[in-house]
């Protein structure tokens, strides 16, 4: 089993920025990816980054360009740092493992980041 533990959110004005980090811990050598997940209200949830064990990274189309993913493999820790924030970036971000076995993978309880306008 693999525990996500992320943080970081909160409330953030228009155009500021923010860091999201998120920390594995249990069986991580099950996971070979770890990234960020979001849903706003009454919509999908849709790719922000992640990030290979590897440091392959790949962005979702609604923030590229105003994100960037890292990691510490020492920490087992991903950080997601996003800028030029808007009220549009407003939503529940979780944090996910890929799974090295087909359909394990792990979740985040979430944390909230609302942008003012």
């Known amino acids: 089993q693999v525990q996500l533990v992320e943080s970081g959110g909160g409330l953030v004005q228009s155009g500021g920025s923010l860091i999201l980090s998120c920390t594995a811990s249990?069986?991580?050598?099950?996971?070979?990816?770890m990234g960020w997940y979001r849903q706003a209200p009454g919509k999908q949830r849709e790719l922000v980054a992640k990030?290979?064990?590897?440091?392959?990274?790949t962005y979702g189309d609604s923030v590229k360009g105003r994100a960037t993913i890292s990691r510490d493999n020492n920490k087992n820790t991903v950080y997601l740092q996003m800028n030029s924030l808007s009220p549009e970036d407003t939503a529940d971000y979780y944090c996910?493992?890929?799974?090295?076995?087909?359909?394990?993978?792990?979740w985040g309880e979430g944390t909230l980041v609302a942008v003012s306008s």
């Open positions: 996910k493992g890929d799974g090295i076995y087909h359909g394990m993978d792990y």
């Open positions: 249990g069986n991580v050598g099950n996971i070979y990816a």
């Open positions: 990030i290979t064990n590897g440091g392959t990274a």
